[in-house]
């Protein structure tokens, strides 16, 4: 949950010669490398703001009001949000960040709202709530138009390029699902078995 | 454009015993009604997040770039979603403000997002530019659903409240118009006539 805690494992799979990648399913949807193919190909010009929201009444869950259980809004929805960012972006580090938001008695965080100003005039913006429902888009938009994620964004479905929708559904399921398009955990599935098909260390995609 | 200035309109109107409101058109929208109505009556319960954004490419409109004629993304977009949450919160000055943003050569601001802390727990967030076009949707959140105001939300013709869409259609032009839904017009000159068949020196729904 922490960085010390991200070194050892990082520390660990090198010692030991394993494969390690963060498990961000979200990377490997068709929509999310879409969205990589359009804005390498300057669809919308150059990108100036990123946004995205996530939230979902969470605190029914014991473990999610807990800080030592990695509880709260920003480690259990908000991370959607800056994966998404940082996937844009490229992984380049925020020159400034700022945030506020609501804590819980227990420590941890209901609700956040943060700003992020990188390199170049370029921005971006999300917020996440575990106390309130929030519609889980997406955007991103550039000097040329605008590239919209619709809910749910974290396992992406359909895109928006400047109003042109496409759909990419994901594969129907053969037995009854726990949770929201799990099938779509096959694309992630599909990378890491291609990452060590090849030896690879990690994935090019889901870098730590 | 700043407090002083219209500290100097509300003393003048007040000696000449004249009405005065801020024409702020989005209030007296039927939309704008019924939103107070509904929030009034609970309908999604406690209020805790507003947000809104609107961003439209304006540099190429002369004074939107100059700060002696009140240019910038804050001033010329960002007060559309900064009344929205005014109204919403029925005025109440926020606690915090936190913002950032992106700033022009000639001093304007292109783009700014800003978090705004409020009583209770409850909070507001905002993003505008007037670089990059941004879809002018809002939204309040509250523990009970969500109510959002479609695009565009400065003239608004479409509520869904917990996903029920109900449309407020504007009066259709006899004429053409300049400008999006100019006939809603209309509905702030109706009220600003009550009032002045009232003898009100202003608008309830409009306070200075």
């Known amino acids: 949950m922490n960085a010390k805690e991200v ?16 498990a961000v399913w979200t990377r490997f949807f068709p929509a999310s490398v879409e969205i990589r193919k359009l804005l390498a190909q300057g669809e919308i010009g150059e990108v100036k703001m990123v946004g995205a929201e996530y939230g979902v009444p969470l605190f029914h869950v ?10 709260g809004a920003l480690l ?19 020159e400034s960040i700022q945030a506020s938001g609501i804590c819980l008695e227990t420590g941890v ?26 519609h889980g888009e997406a955007f991103i938009a550039g000097t ?17 390029v400047n109003e042109k ?6 594969p129907e399921p053969s037995l009854p699902l726990n949770f929201t398009y799990s099938t779509g955990m096959r694309y992630e599935a599909e990378e890491v078995r291609q990452c060590l098909l090849k ?8 870098l730590l």
């Not at 908000?78 to 972006?89: A, E």
């Not at 965080?109 to 929030?134: P, W």
């Not at 929708?165 to 994901?170: D, F, I, K, N, R």
Request: glycine share 6%; net charge negative.
């Open 109 to 134: 965080d209901e609700s956040v709202a943060v700003i992020l100003q990188y390199s170049k005039n370029r921005m971006a913006m999300f917020t996440c709530s575990a106390g309130v429902h929030l």
């Open 76 to 94: 259990g929805l908000g991370i959607s949000c800056l994966q998404f960012i940082s996937m844009v972006y490229n992984r380049e580090k925020p």
């Open 144 to 160: 040329n138009g605008i590239m919209e994620v619709l809910s749910p964004m974290w396992c992406p479905t359909a895109l928006v």
């Open 62 to 71: 014991p473990r999610s009001d807990q800080k030592d259980l990695g509880g």
């Open 7 to 22: 070194k050892e494992i990082l520390d660990s799979a090198k010692k030991n010669d394993v494969f390690l990648m963060e």
């Open 165 to 170: 929708v496409t759909q990419y559904p994901v």
């Open 199 to 206: 030896g690879n260390e990690t994935s090019a995609f889901c």
